[in-house]
């Protein structure tokens, strides 16, 4: 197997860790994956974070108010660009996510885009973009960003 070969590898295990630790809501994983300074664009309001601290923020509430949460991604393409001693590469995949709550279940398709910079043995995310597949982003009971938007409206009044 090439050097080339090994960092795709290395980049994909990165990634399959990454859906792994949101699946299981592992704060550590997520923090070994994140780089500090991570800039993030997602579906759900607010779309922009500056942090992986600030878009947990965000999204803890609806995280911590559902009985499961399923996240799966396909369609992966993968690049690694090396200029001099920089390493950047990035996967684009598509995604579903499945979130239970008692009165229902709630499924959200889109795409993913997740660009990391090799700082010293690994790989970080540096960005992650995320947006909905516009024909699924309805679900059942409305879509999952008013859900999150009602989550947020609960904790604030401590329900």
Known sequence: MSN???EKARLRER???HVRAWNEYDLGAL???YDANCLIFDAIAPPKS???SDFLTHLTPLLQSNN???LRTFDQVLRIDEKGDSKIGWITSRY?????Y??????RCGRWTEIYERQLENWKLTHLHSSDDSANALTRRGS???????ARSLAGRGV
């Open 4 to 6: 080339a070969e090994r």
């Open 15 to 17: 990634h399959e860790a």
């Open 31 to 33: 923090g070994e994956i």
């Open 50 to 52: 500056h942090t992986l």
């Open 68 to 70: 499961g949460f399923q």
């Open 96 to 100: 579903e996510v499945e979130v239970r």
């Open 102 to 107: 008692t009165d229902g279940i709630y499924r």
């Open 144 to 150: 999952v960003v008013d859900r999150a938007r009602r």
